[in-house]
């Protein structure tokens, strides 16, 4: 098999019952699998909630054991919802800005030459995560050299070697954000940090564990999501040459190439929602205070609406994916995530003539009946 394929491994039983059951950490969680069903259960954010009283419990697994903090605006349901998004998108908007826009190619284009220049890398620590965390510099407006710092943290924020939640390691991300938020409150300046601490909601200033919970979810939202999105995409031109050749040839489909590549690789599998009453999906009773999760990467292989849905077609026409969630609750940081992927595949295109795949190691997320690689573990690769 390609090395850069990701089979569906929901095909079977999205067709047949619609979803699936996964049990995680003795609180069962039923996977809602076709897209339809997925952007209903999404709409209806009244019978199927994101801000329930156990904080991270919508997260699959979930994050009740190692944290506290609720991740905002990702865990309150509306009203409140808009009013903290209203804080916070403007500022998740800015990489529309021409300024940021070159400053995010300068970054990728520094970090093409250097792999450029090397015998081989390892793509996932060595490029996607120093590509996202010198990029994350760039979103929360602060130097660049403090993306070492992330960068020494490791790929994950919160899995280990042997553990898929780490409270240990969750803890450094978390003392580190108290540090830097009382950094700000002592010397404001012009950082996301000092912004949020100026914010109001519904008259009042943002609190310092709102402030944090905000920069929980900028970091641990947007670094596995953009690392898996870029080491499969590194994957995927390794093993079609002609489509980066295209991409240089027809750059006006650059972006269409983005949203299919976001599409098929899914980076993030799905996300939990608690649900408020008895009721059903797919036909299929869930009785209130249970969980289902929105199964973003099966929903994105529904060949009932995706033509040639497990293959990679750049120039897509019709592709209303649910890469970046769908509904209330949307990506924050899709505006992000999408110049990051639209500049790295028009600098690659333009810089790198071929890659050649040297090692690689499987990523494969267990959901006990669903068996997902979601990408790699590691990808050694030579560019040319």
């Known amino acids: 098999m390609s090395k850069s ?12 019952k619609g979803f699936g059951t ?10 809602v699998l076709g897209l339809k069903d997925v952007r209903k259960c999404a709409h209806n954010w009244k019978t199927f909630q994101s801000g329930g009283e ?56 520094e970090l093409i030459d250097e792999v450029l220049a090397k015998d081989s890398v390892e793509v996932v620590a060595d490029f996607s995560l120093k590509l996202q965390s010198r990029a994350l510099t760039l979103l929360l407006n602060i130097p660049y050299e403090e993306a070492q710092v992330w960068i020494n943290w490791g790929t994950h924020v919160f899995r280990s070697d042997d553990t898929a939640l780490d409270a240990d390691k969750a803890n450094i991300l978390y003392d580190y954000i108290d540090q830097q938020i009382d950094k700000a409150i002592a010397n404001p300046g012009e950082d996301l ?3 949020l601490l100026d914010s109001e909601v519904n008259g009042r200033k943002l609190s310092k ?20 999105a870029v080491t499969n995409s590194i994957a995927y031109f390794a093993e079609s040459p002609e489509s980066l050749n295209r991409l240089q040839n027809e750059p006006e489909i650059t972006g269409k190439a983005v ?5 098929y690789f899914s980076p993030l599998t799905h996300m939990g929602r608690v649900v408020t009453e008895d009721t059903q999906v797919c036909e299929h009773a869930v009785k209130a205070n249970s969980r289902i999760s929105l199964c973003w990467a099966s929903a994105n292989r529904d060949e009932r609406v995706f033509e040639n849905a497990n293959e990679v077609v750049l120039d897509r026409k019709i592709n209303p994916h649910v890469g970046f969630g769908f509904a209330t609750h ?14 790295l595949l028009t600098s690659l295109s333009a810089k790198v003539k071929n890659i050649d795949i040297l090692y690689h190691q499987d990523n494969i997320e267990d959901w006990q009946e669903f068996q997902r690689k979601v990408g790699f573990e590691q990808l050694t690769v030579s560019f040319r």
């Open 5 to 16: 394929v990701l089979p569906d491994a929901f095909q079977e039983a999205r067709n047949g």
């Open 22 to 31: 996964v049990d995680d950490q003795n609180d069962p969680v039923t996977m």
């Open 54 to 109: 156990e904080v991270g419990r919508i997260v699959v697994p979930s994050e009740v054991a190692i944290r506290d903090t609720r991740q905002i605006p990702f865990e309150v349901d509306p009203p409140e919802h808009a009013n903290y998004r209203a804080i916070v998108e403007p500022w998740f908007k800015r990489p529309l800005e021409a300024d940021y826009q070159a400053s995010l190619k300068a970054i990728i284009d």
């Open 193 to 195: 940090y000092s912004v």
């Open 209 to 228: 564990e709102e402030v944090k919970g905000v920069m929980i979810l900028t970091f641990a939202g947007g670094r596995d999501t953009v690392i898996n």
């Open 259 to 263: 949203e299919e590549l976001i599409r």
């Open 330 to 343: 949307n990506c924050l940081g899709a505006t992000h995530a999408r110049q990051i992927m639209n500049i």
